[in-house]
């Protein structure tokens, strides 16, 4: 018995399908990536034993799962963070303080017509005061006066 050049594609679509369908960490995906590729060499016209089809799969399944999934998963971690507006990293910006803000202590400023949790790092910042965005982590941006 041997498969069929289509029997690896389909496979490797329900399986890109299957990620779609189930929040994981691109593991269906790597597997049917691998499935593809083998599907591919098939219908270019590589003759294979099934063992070796098999075999190639999970080699190239292996490989995806250990160096392409976790920069994979870094990426978009770290695309997806909050402090970035718009495709804009507003790190670097000007907020207005609108509450008093003791230094190292955590108030709120208004940033883009939104109000933020802020942090004064090392320096107090008054009420309406300009200050500046130094950093951001989750959802607290540590600003400094301007």
């Known amino acids: 018995?041997?498969?069929?050049?289509?029997?690896?594609?389909?496979?490797?679509?329900?399986?890109?399908?299957?990620e779609m369908l189930v929040p994981g960490g691109f593991y269906f995906?790597?597997?049917?990536?691998?499935?593809?590729?083998?599907g591919a060499l098939l219908g270019s016209g590589l003759s294979m034993a099934l063992?070796?089809?098999v075999t190639l799969a999970a080699l190239?399944?292996?490989?995806?799962?250990?160096?392409?999934?976790?920069?994979?998963?870094?990426?978009?971690?770290?695309r997806n963070t909050p402090c970035r507006d718009d495709g804009l990293d507003i790190v670097g910006e000007v907020?207005?303080?609108?509450?008093?803000?003791?230094?190292?202590?955590?108030?709120q400023a208004?940033?883009?017509?939104?109000?933020w949790t802020a942090r004064a790092a090392g320096v107090a910042v008054s009420k309406g005061q300009r200050c500046r965005v130094l950093r951001?982590?989750?959802?607290?941006?540590w600003v400094q006066p301007e």
């Not at 907020?95 to 108030?107: K, Q, R």
């Not at 208004?110 to 109000?115: A, D, F, M």
């Not at 951001?136 to 941006?141: K, V």
């Open 1 to 18: 018995m041997t498969l069929l050049w289509w029997h690896w594609v389909a496979l490797g679509l329900c399986l890109a399908a299957a």
């Open 29 to 38: 995906l790597a597997i049917g990536v691998a499935a593809l590729v083998v």
């Open 51 to 53: 063992w070796a089809q």
């Open 60 to 78: 190239l399944a292996f490989v995806l799962l250990a160096f392409a999934v976790g920069p994979l998963q870094r990426w978009l971690a770290t």
């Open 95 to 107: 907020a207005t303080a609108t509450v008093d803000i003791e230094s190292d202590a955590v108030g």
């Open 110 to 115: 208004e940033l883009r017509g939104t109000v």
């Open 136 to 141: 951001c982590e989750g959802l607290t941006l």
